[in-house]
C-alpha cells in the first residue's frame, strides 16, 4: 500500500542527546515536511522539501536538521540544541509545491527523560 | 495575533445535536481553505475543502465568508464517532502554498 512510513512511533531521549527520526514514503511525492505538535496546539512547520537535496527552514527550524538525499526519504535529526524537543512529530508529503493534498505519516512521539 | 485561530474548546454536546465552529485567518492572501480531523493521538486527516460557495458532504457543511476572513463548519446529526478535534487549515499561494494550522478545536459527542 501506498503511504508515508514513520519511525520510531515512540522515542525517549536523554539530555544532551541527538535522535534521528525516520520518514519514507512510496507515493512518489516531490514535497516532504516535518511538523511539530504539541499538546492542544496546532502544527508548527519545522522544516520543508520540496526536490531532491533542497529544503528550507520552516517557523522553527532551530535545534533540527534534515537531509534529503533521495525522493522517498527525509529524515528529521532533533539536536541537543533543541531545548525542548518533547513533542508528537508528523512528516508529511504532498505531489508538489502547489499540490493543496498533503498526506501524514503516523506520528512520531519524542520523550525526553 | 495567530495566523490562524479557533476556540480550543472543548465542545460537549449529546448525540444528534448540531454543532458549529468557526475559524478566523489574518492573511487575506490565503487562498485555500481545509478542515481536518484528528482523533487523539493520531496524524490529521483532511475531512474537506472549503469553497466560497461552501459545501456540503453529508451531515458536514463548510462555508467560507473571505470579507470576514473566516470559515466555519457545521455538523448535523453529531455521532458517538464525531469525537475529535477538528483544525483549521489555511494556504497561501505566494508563500509556496504552505498549510498553516488553527490550534484546534475539541469536540466531545455524549451519549
Known amino acids: 500500500d501506498g503511504g508515508i512510513t514513520q519511525s520510531p512511533k515512540y522515542l525517549f531521549r536523554k539530555e544532551g542527546q541527538n535522535v534521528t527520526l525516520s520518514c519514507e514514503q512510496n507515493?512518489?511525492?516531490?514535497?516532504m515536511y516535518w511538523y511539530r505538535q504539541d499538546p492542544g496546539q496546532g502544527l508548527r512547520l519545522i522544516y520543508y522539501s520540496q526536490i531532491v537535496n533542497d529544503f528550507q527552514k520552516g517557523d522553527i527550524a532551530e535545534g533540527y536538521s534534515v537531509s534529503r538525499e533521495k525522493k522517498e526519504s527525509f529524515p528529521l535529526t532533533v539536536t541537543s540544541a533543541q531545548k525542548n524537543p518533547t513533542a508528537f512529530y508528523l512528516c508529511?508529503?504532498?505531489?508538489?509545491?502547489?499540490?493543496?493534498?498533503?498526506?501524514f505519516g503516523e506520528g512520531s512521539w519524542l520523550t525526553v527523560v | 495575533r495567530k495566523e490562524v485561530e479557533q476556540d480550543p474548546g472543548p465542545f460537549n454536546v449529546p448525540e444528534g445535536a448540531t454543532v458549529a465552529f468557526n475559524c478566523t485567518y489574518s492573511?487575506?492572501?490565503?487562498?485555500?481553505f481545509f478542515w481536518y480531523r484528528q482523533d487523539c493521538r493520531k496524524e490529521p486527516k483532511l475531512l474537506m475543502s472549503?469553497?466560497?460557495s461552501g459545501n456540503e458532504d453529508g451531515r458536514f457543511t463548510a462555508q467560507l465568508n473571505r470579507a470576514s476572513q473566516y470559515i466555519s463548519l457545521l455538523i448535523r446529526d453529531s455521532k458517538l464517532s464525531d469525537s475529535a478535534t477538528y483544525l483549521c487549515v489555511v494556504t497561501n499561494n505566494n508563500a509556496g502554498n504552505m498549510l498553516t494550522f488553527g490550534g484546534g478545536t475539541r469536540l466531545m459527542v455524549k451519549p
Open positions: 472549503v469553497y466560497s
Open positions: 507515493l512518489n511525492h516531490d514535497a
Open positions: 508529511a508529503s504532498s505531489k508538489g509545491q502547489f499540490s493543496n493534498t498533503i498526506y
Open positions: 492573511n487575506s492572501a490565503s487562498q485555500s
